[in-house]
C-alpha cells in the first residue's frame, strides 16, 4: 500500500499545477496594478477629527501604553479651555509592527487604522511621523463620536450643561 | 492575640486590629475605599463588606469596622457579600463622569483598580449625572469635584491629620462637596498630601498637570533632600526631567505624608540655568580632564604650600559616600582641613548632637506617640515641616505641647508658647538640668520652667526638640544634659534635633573633632590655606557670616566646586565637575537622628526634553549621546578622583571597612540601625555666637532665621514653591512695635550694615519682647542675613522718610 500512496503523493499535485494551468492567474502586477484592501484592513495609522472639527486625541497615553514595540510617544498639555490635547505625537513607523492594539486602545476614536499600506522609504527620518503627519481632516470610521460631549468636565459644553448632566449641585443649599 | 479564620485560612493578628487589615496580613485583599491605615475607618464606603459566618458578630458587615476577635469565621467570597460590593461600586459609579483619559489619576486611580475588583464591568445607569463646580485651591492642588465617590478620606487627611483648617465638608445627601468656603489657595503646608490619599482625581497635582502617566515615569524609593528628618519619597520623572515627588511609605519617620516643600521642591534637578558642563578655568572640558586638572593642581599647590593649604568643605546635602570619599581625599593630600557645613552654628549643632545623642535618639514614630513634647528654639515649619505633622498626631493622643521660642512659633495643633529672647534659651536649658532658676530673673520665666521640670518628670515618653539654628552647639549640648537628667524607669525621654540638611549628621559624624569654617576663614585670610575644594556646598551663601567669608574666600589661590546646581563657588570656580542630584543618582544619607537610610537612582540626568527648544515636537535628530548628561553622582567623580570602585555597593564595602563605625554601609535600608560618634570628640569649642561681631547700624536686635520657603537652597530653586514665597517681612511685638511707632501691616524700612530693604510690618503677642524678626529670603535683599545670627537694626516707618 505505500507504493501505491507514494505515486498518489506524486502524481496528484501535478495534476493540481496543471489544472491551475488554465486558469486566470491571481497574482497582481504591483504596482502597475493595485488592490483595494477590506476597509478593516491595519495599515497607516492615522489621527481624526471629532465631527466639530476639533481634533479627537486627548494624549491620554493608552496607545503608547498598549503599544508592544514602544513606536508612539507624546506629550499632553492643556488648551485655554481646559481640553486636553496633544502638544506632540510622534509614531515611528519604522518600528510599529500594525498590530492595532493602539486603536483598540483609544477611548475617544482618535487613533485609526487606513488601508494605506504604502509608505516605505528610503529615508528612515521620513517613517517618524509627527501630528501633522497624522491627523486627518474627518472623522475616519466613526463619523458621530465626540468625547467631550460626555466626558463630563465641561469642555464641548459648559459644567453641567453636556445632554447626560444636571446643572452643577449647590452645596450650600438646605433643601431637603 | 486574637486568632480568626479568614476564608479557610487561620491567622492571628495583635489585638486591636480589624478584620479587613486581618485579611490584609494574608495577602486577602477586599475593595474598600474610605480606610486608610493612617486615617482610621469610619465605614462609609460601605465596600470592604465580608460575611461573618459564626463568632461574635454574625452577618455581612463592613470588615473595616469589625475589630478582629477569637473565634471568628469569615468569608471574603460568600455570595451576599459579593452581590453587596457589587452593588455598592455600582452606585458610587453611577454620578463618575467618563473622563478617565484626560484624569491625571488614570494608571493610579483605586476607583479604577476597585471598580474592577469589586466586579462592575459595564454601566447600566442611563440617568443623569450630577455636577459641581470645580474651585481654585492654589498653585499645588487641582481639583475636579465631579469625580468625587465622597470617601471623605481629603477631610479627615486636611483636617484630622494635618490640621488644615480652611478645607471640608459642604452640603448634604448628594450635594457633598468637598473644598474651601470659597475659592483660594490652600493654606496648610502639608496641602499636597490630598493628591496622594485621593482615590481618585478630585484632587491631583497641578504642577505635574497631563504632564505623564505612571507607567511612563520612571520612580525609585528616594529620602527628600529638603531637610534633615529624612522623609521616604518616590520621585517620578520622564524625558530626562524630575516631574514629581510622592510619598513614601516609612512607618518609623514620615509614616505616609510629607510637607509641601518636599513634594513641590524638586525644580533644582531641571533648573534652567544648571551648571552640566566640566569647566578648567572657564573653559569646557571633559569630565576626565576635569578630574586630572583637580588632582594636579591639588597636588601641586601640596607640594608648593605643604597639604594644610588645602581645604575640603563637603556639605549637608551631598551624600554619606561623597563626603566619605571628600576625607579620604584630604587625607590623601595630608590635610586634616575637613569641614562638612559652612554655616558654623548649624555645623557645631550637629556635631554636638552627633557626640551626645546616643541612646537618647527619637525617631519621628517616637514622636507621634508621645505624651510631652517640649520644643525648645525650635520651628518645626521653617525647620523640619514633617516634625509639625508628628507632633499633631501625638497632641491628637493626648500629648501636651510646650514652646519656648523667640518667634511666633505656628504648629498645627494646640499648644503652649512661652516667647523668650533667645539669650535665655540656654538659660532655661541650664535650668532643667540643674534645677537652679537663679539665672532666670523673669518673674513670668521661672515659675513656667519649674512647672516644666514637674511636667517632665511625670511624663512616661516626653520628648525634648530642639533645632540648630536657635540652640547652636552649646545648646544641642545642654538639651541632651538635660533629658540625661530625667531619665527613670518610668520616664523614657528622647531628644530629637532639627539640623540643616540631609546628611547633616553624617557630616557631623565624620568630623566630629576637626577644624571648623571659622578657623578656615582665618587660616584663608592669613594665607596658610591657598586652595579650597567645595563639596555641594556654597560658603560664599551658607557661611553663618556671609560677608565675612566672601572678603576671606577671595584670598585663595584654587578653588574646586563638585555641584548639582548654581551656586555662586560652581560660578566661580577654577575647577568646576557638575554632580547630580538626589533623585539622579544612588547613595545614602543619616537623618537626624542617626538612622542611615539609603535612596536610589529615580532617573537619568540630562537636559530635559522640553528644555530642547520651542519646536512643535522633540528635535528630529538621530544621535548616540544625551544632551547634558555629563553629571556624575559626587562619589563617583571623587572615586575615579582616588582610584576607587566605581560600583557602589563595592565602593561601600570598602569605605565600611577603613572605617568600622559605618558598618551598616555595606546593608542600607530604611530600618538600619542609628549610627553614633563618640561622646567625647570634640575639639572644637562649643560657644554659641549668634551675634554678628559690628553692629553699629541701630539698637533694635534683629533675629534672623529661615522661612517655610525661600531660605533653603534647593527649595529655592523650585519654581511651584514660588507662590509660597513671603515677601519680606519683620514680626515685632506690639509692644515695640508702639515703641518704634509702627502698626500691623504696614511698610517698613529695614536699615541694617547689610543695606536697607523695605519690609512689611507684622505684629504678634507670641514675639518675644525687644527683639525684632526675619526670615532669610535668597535672592532678595535679605540675602545676606544668615539664619541663626542676630544683627542690630533700625527700623523706620516709610511715611517718616
Redesign the interface.
Given at each position: 500500500m505505500t507504493l501505491w500512496r507514494d505515486i498518489k503523493g506524486t502524481l496528484q499535485p501535478f495534476w493540481i499545477t496543471l489544472g491551475y494551468l488554465f486558469q486566470k492567474p491571481v497574482t497582481i502586477q504591483y504596482p502597475e496594478v493595485k488592490r483595494t484592501p477590506p476597509p478593516r484592513y491595519r495599515a497607516r495609522i492615522v489621527l481624526t477629527r471629532d465631527p466639530d472639527g476639533g481634533e479627537r486625541c486627548?494624549?491620554?497615553?493608552?496607545c503608547?501604553?498598549a503599544c508592544p514595540v514602544d513606536c508612539i510617544s507624546m506629550?499632553?498639555?492643556?488648551d485655554a479651555d481646559g481640553r486636553?490635547y496633544a502638544?506632540?505625537?510622534?509614531i515611528n513607523f519604522s518600528r510599529c509592527i500594525f498590530c492595532g492594539l493602539c486603536a483598540e486602545a483609544c477611548?475617544?476614536l482618535a487613533i485609526q487604522m487606513t488601508p494605506d499600506y504604502e509608505i516605505c522609504n528610503r529615508d528612515i527620518?521620513n517613517l517618524?511621523y509627527?501630528?501633522?503627519d497624522l491627523l486627518i481632516d474627518g472623522c475616519g470610521k466613526d463619523t458621530q463620536y465626540n468625547?467631550y460631549e460626555?466626558?463630563?468636565?465641561?469642555v464641548a459644553n459648559e459644567?453641567?450643561r453636556n445632554q447626560?448632566?444636571?446643572?452643577?449641585?449647590?452645596?450650600?443649599?438646605?433643601l431637603? | 492575640m486574637p486568632t480568626l479564620v479568614i476564608d479557610n485560612r487561620e491567622v492571628t493578628v495583635p489585638e486591636g486590629m480589624n478584620v479587613l487589615d486581618a485579611a490584609k496580613a494574608i495577602d486577602i485583599v477586599v475593595p474598600h475605599f474610605c480606610y486608610h491605615e493612617a486615617l482610621g475607618a469610619i465605614g462609609s464606603c460601605r465596600l470592604c463588606a465580608m460575611q461573618f459566618l459564626e463568632g461574635p458578630v454574625q452577618g455581612v458587615k463592613m470588615a473595616c469596622m469589625v475589630p478582629a476577635q477569637d473565634g471568628m469565621v469569615v468569608s471574603t467570597s460568600a455570595a451576599e457579600a459579593v452581590e453587596l460590593r457589587e452593588h455598592v461600586i455600582e452606585w458610587l459609579m453611577t454620578n463618575h463622569?467618563?473622563?478617565?483619559?484626560?484624569c491625571d489619576e488614570?494608571?493610579e486611580c483605586l476607583l479604577q483598580d476597585m471598580t474592577i475588583a469589586g466586579g462592575h464591568y459595564l454601566r447600566r445607569y442611563r440617568?443623569?449625572?450630577?455636577?459641581?463646580?470645580?474651585q481654585y485651591l492654589g498653585p499645588f492642588i487641582e481639583q475636579?469635584m465631579?469625580r468625587c465617590i465622597t470617601c471623605y478620606r481629603c477631610s479627615r487627611t486636611y483636617r484630622d491629620y494635618c490640621g488644615g483648617r480652611d478645607f471640608g465638608v459642604?452640603?448634604?445627601?448628594?450635594?457633598?462637596?468637598f473644598g474651601r468656603y470659597k475659592d483660594g489657595q490652600l493654606e496648610s503646608p502639608f496641602s499636597g498630601n490630598l493628591v496622594d490619599i485621593c482615590p481618585t482625581g478630585v484632587f491631583t497635582d497641578k504642577p505635574f498637570?497631563?504632564?505623564?502617566?505612571i507607567?511612563?515615569l520612571q520612580e525609585a524609593p528616594s529620602i527628600c533632600p529638603q531637610c534633615s528628618l529624612g522623609c521616604s519619597t518616590i520621585p517620578g520623572g520622564r524625558?530626562r526631567e524630575l516631574q514629581r515627588i510622592r510619598s513614601g511609605i516609612n512607618q518609623t519617620t514620615n509614616g505616609f505624608f510629607i510637607c509641601d516643600r518636599g513634594r513641590f521642591g524638586y525644580g533644582h534637578v531641571n533648573h534652567p540655568e544648571r551648571p552640566r558642563d566640566p569647566r578648567v578655568d572657564g573653559l569646557p572640558v571633559t569630565m576626565e580632564e576635569a578630574i586630572t586638572a583637580a588632582r594636579n593642581r591639588v597636588d601641586a599647590l601640596a607640594a608648593k604650600y605643604g597639604g594644610a593649604s588645602i581645604a575640603f568643605l563637603g556639605s549637608p546635602r551631598a551624600s554619606l559616600e561623597g563626603n566619605l570619599l571628600l576625607q579620604a581625599w584630604a587625607g590623601r593630600v595630608g590635610s586634616s582641613q575637613s569641614v562638612f557645613d559652612a554655616h558654623q552654628g548649624r555645623d557645631h549643632a550637629a556635631r554636638s548632637l552627633a557626640a551626645n545623642l546616643a541612646s537618647l535618639a527619637r525617631s519621628l514614630s517616637d514622636v507621634r506617640q508621645s505624651d510631652l513634647i517640649i520644643l525648645i528654639g525650635a520651628d518645626p515649619l521653617a525647620e523640619g515641616p514633617s516634625l509639625a505633622l508628628a507632633i499633631r498626631q501625638a497632641v491628637r493622643q493626648g500629648s501636651e505641647v510646650i514652646v519656648i521660642d523667640p518667634r511666633p512659633v505656628a504648629l498645627p495643633c494646640a499648644h503652649q508658647h512661652i516667647p523668650l529672647p533667645p539669650q535665655l534659651l540656654h538659660m532655661v536649658l541650664k535650668a532643667l538640668e540643674s534645677g537652679q532658676y537663679d539665672e532666670l530673673n523673669d518673674a513670668q520665666t521661672q515659675p513656667a520652667v519649674k512647672t516644666l521640670r514637674s511636667k517632665i518628670a511625670q511624663a512616661k515618653l516626653p520628648v525634648l526638640i530642639g533645632g540648630a539654628d536657635m540652640l547652636g552647639g552649646l545648646g544641642v549640648k545642654l538639651l541632651c544634659d538635660a533629658a540625661k537628667r530625667f531619665i527613670s524607669a518610668e520616664c523614657n525621654i528622647g531628644v530629637m534635633v532639627m539640623l540643616s540638611g540631609p546628611n547633616s549628621f553624617g557630616g557631623a559624624f565624620l568630623n566630629i573633632g576637626g577644624p571648623d569654617f571659622d578657623a578656615l576663614i582665618d587660616a584663608f585670610q592669613e594665607g596658610r590655606v591657598r586652595g579650597l575644594v567645595c563639596l555641594e556646598s556654597d560658603p560664599f551663601r551658607e557661611a553663618q557670616f556671609p560677608a565675612k567669608a566672601q572678603a576671606a574666600l577671595g584670598h585663595l589661590e584654587l578653588l574646586i566646586s563638585i555641584d548639582c546646581t548654581p551656586t555662586l563657588a560652581a560660578k566661580r570656580a577654577d575647577i568646576f565637575m557638575p554632580s547630580r542630584a538626589t533623585a539622579e543618582m544612588a547613595g545614602s544619607f543619616i537623618n537626624n537622628e542617626g538612622r542611615l537610610q539609603a535612596f536610589h537612582q529615580a532617573i537619568e540626568p540630562g537636559m530635559p526634553l522640553?528644555a530642547l527648544g520651542p519646536g512643535?515636537?522633540?528635535p528630529?535628530l538621530?544621535q548616540s549621546t544625551t544632551p547634558g548628561a555629563t553629571p556624575q553622582p559626587a562619589w563617583q567623580i571623587l572615586g575615579q578622583l582616588l582610584d576607587r570602585p566605581a560600583d557602589l555597593n563595592q565602593l561601600r564595602r570598602t569605605l565600611a571597612a577603613e572605617n568600622p563605625k559605618l558598618k551598616a554601609l555595606t546593608h542600607v535600608d530604611t530600618t538600619a540601625a542609628r549610627i553614633c560618634a563618640e561622646p567625647n570628640g570634640i575639639a572644637a569649642a562649643l560657644t554659641h555666637e549668634m551675634f554678628s561681631a559690628d553692629s553699629s547700624a541701630g539698637n533694635v536686635p534683629l533675629l534672623i532665621t529661615s522661612a517655610f520657603v525661600g531660605s533653603h537652597w534647593l527649595s529655592h530653586l523650585s519654581s511651584p514653591l514660588k507662590a509660597l514665597r513671603e515677601e519680606p517681612t519683620v514680626w515685632l511685638h506690639p509692644s515695640l512695635a508702639a515703641t518704634l511707632g509702627l502698626k500691623h501691616g504696614e511698610r517698613a524700612i529695614l536699615s541694617t550694615t547689610l543695606g536697607r530693604c523695605h519690609v512689611r510690618v507684622q505684629t504678634s503677642n507670641d514675639m518675644a519682647q525687644e527683639l525684632a524678626l526675619t526670615y532669610q529670603l535668597l535672592d532678595s535683599a535679605l540675602e545676606g542675613m544668615s539664619p541663626g545670627t542676630i544683627i542690630n537694626c533700625r527700623l523706620t516707618g516709610e511715611e517718616g522718610q
Open positions: 486627548v494624549a491620554c497615553h493608552l503608547s501604553g506629550q499632553a498639555a492643556e486636553r502638544a506632540w505625537f510622534r477611548p475617544t527620518l517618524v509627527e501630528k501633522e468625547f460626555h466626558a463630563g468636565i465641561g459644567r453641567g447626560d448632566e444636571y446643572g452643577p449641585v449647590d452645596p450650600k443649599s438646605l431637603p | 463622569p467618563h473622563d478617565c483619559p484626560v488614570g494608571g440617568g443623569k449625572k450630577a455636577t459641581y463646580t470645580n475636579e465631579n459642604f452640603g448634604s445627601r448628594n450635594r457633598v462637596f498637570r497631563f504632564k505623564s502617566r507607567w511612563d524625558f522640553s512643535k515636537h522633540p528630529r538621530f
